[in-house]
C-alpha cells in the first residue's frame, strides 16, 4: 500500500498577511505546495490529503485538481472548531483552531495507511520525501514512527522568529525528547537562540529540529486523541494555546508507546513565513529549476 501525503493548510497566515498556501513562488506561479507533491509522486506516495479549514476547499480544488488528475489520487480534511467529534461537549471560541496535532486528528476517519505530515508552507526537498516514502514502506509500526531531521541555523528567518520542535537523539538515532520553541531567531551574527519567559537561551547551530515532516501509521489517532481532551481541558481559558505535533510525539516516547527515528537530510529546507521571505524562497526555486532539478513548467 502506498503511503499518503498529509498536507497541513488551515492555518491563517498571520504574520505573512495572506494565504501563503495558494502563493505563487515558481515561474508559472507554481506554490510551494505544488513543489512538495510533485517531490512526493516521485517518491512513491499514492495519495495526497489537503487538511484545510472548510471554506477554502472549493479554492483549493480549482487550484489543484486541475493539475494533479490522473497524476495522484486526492482528498480533503477539514479542521474546525467543532469539538463534539472528539467528546467535548463545550464551545469554547478562538481565533485560530488547535493546532498541527488537532490538524492530523481530524484525518483520523479518512487516512487507512501509513502517512507523513508537512506543512504546505515549507520546501523540504526531494531527499526528505524519497527517504521518508522508504521508511513508511519498509519500517513503519505502530511503536515505530519517524520525522525528518534538519539543521536549526538552516531554517530560520532573516526577519523574525519562528517555531521549532528542538529534537534531542540518542546514539540509535531515536529521538529522546522534542521541545516545541516558539521563538527561536538569529542573534548577534549567527548565533542562535530561543526566547521563553523572557530569558534568550543559545542553542548549537547544528541542533537537530522537526520541520513539522512526521512519518506515523493511523494508530496515532487513538494515541493521541485522548492527550487532545485533556490538552482542550486544561487551556479552555487560553486562546492562543495549541495542541503541537511535537507535544504528541515527546509524551509518546515518554510513556514507551513509541519511538521516533529522526531521519537526517541532506535537503535544503526554506519557507516562508513573514513576506520579506517570498523573494528568498523564489530565487531558490529558480536556482533549483535553472540547475534542471525541476522543469520549468512543473505539471507540463
Known amino acids: 500500500m502506498k503511503p499518503t501525503l498529509l498536507i497541513l493548510a488551515a492555518g491563517m497566515a498571520s504574520r505573512y498577511g495572506s494565504m501563503k498556501q495558494v502563493d505563487g513562488f515558481g515561474p508559472n506561479g507554481e506554490t510551494i505546495i505544488d513543489y512538495s507533491i510533485y517531490d512526493a509522486i516521485k517518491a512513491g506516495f499514492g495519495k495526497i490529503s489537503f487538511i484545510i479549514r472548510e471554506e477554502f476547499v472549493e479554492n483549493f480544488k480549482a487550484i489543484f485538481e486541475p493539475k494533479l488528475a490522473g497524476k495522484v489520487e486526492t482528498d480533503y480534511v477539514f479542521q474546525s472548531y467543532d469539538l463534539k467529534p472528539f467528546g467535548i461537549d463545550k464551545e469554547i471560541e478562538r481565533a485560530k483552531p488547535w493546532g498541527t496535532a488537532h490538524a492530523v486528528l481530524a484525518a483520523r476517519n479518512q487516512i487507512n495507511e ?89 542553542l548549537p547551530t547544528d541542533t537537530r529540529v522537526s520541520m513539522n515532516f512526521w512519518g506515523f501509521t493511523p494508530a496515532v489517532f487513538k494515541q493521541s486523541e485522548q492527550m487532545f481532551r485533556d490538552f482542550v481541558a486544561a487551556n479552555e481559558n487560553n486562546p492562543k494555546s495549541e495542541f503541537f505535533i511535537p507535544l504528541v510525539a515527546d509524551k509518546l516516547i515518554k510513556e514507551n508507546i513509541a519511538s521516533f527515528k529522526v531521519i537526517p537530510t541532506a535537503s535544503k529546507w526554506f519557507g516562508v513565513t513573514y513576506k520579506e521571505d517570498k523573494p528568498i524562497v523564489q530565487k531558490c526555486i529558480s536556482d533549483l529549476v535553472n540547475s534542471g532539478f525541476y522543469p520549468e513548467n512543473l505539471w507540463a
Request: proline fraction near 1%; hydrophobic fraction near 30%.
Open 114 to 202: 501509513p502517512f507523513c505530515v508537512i506543512n504546505a508552507d515549507d520546501f523540504y526537498g526531494y531527499d526528505s520525501f524519497e527517504k521518508m516514502a522508504k521508511f513508511l514502506t519498509t519500517e513503519v509500526a505502530d511503536d515505530k514512527y519517524s520525522l525528518i531531521g534538519y539543521q536549526i541555523d538552516k531554517t530560520l528567518s532573516d526577519y523574525g522568529s519562528v517555531s521549532r520542535g528542538v529534537c534531542k537523539v540518542d546514539d540509535n538515532g531515536n529521538m529522546i525528547e522534542v521541545n516545541e520553541r516558539t521563538q527561536v531567531y538569529f542573534k548577534d551574527g549567527g548565533k542562535v537562540v530561543y526566547e521563553e519567559g523572557g530569558v534568550e537561551t543559545e
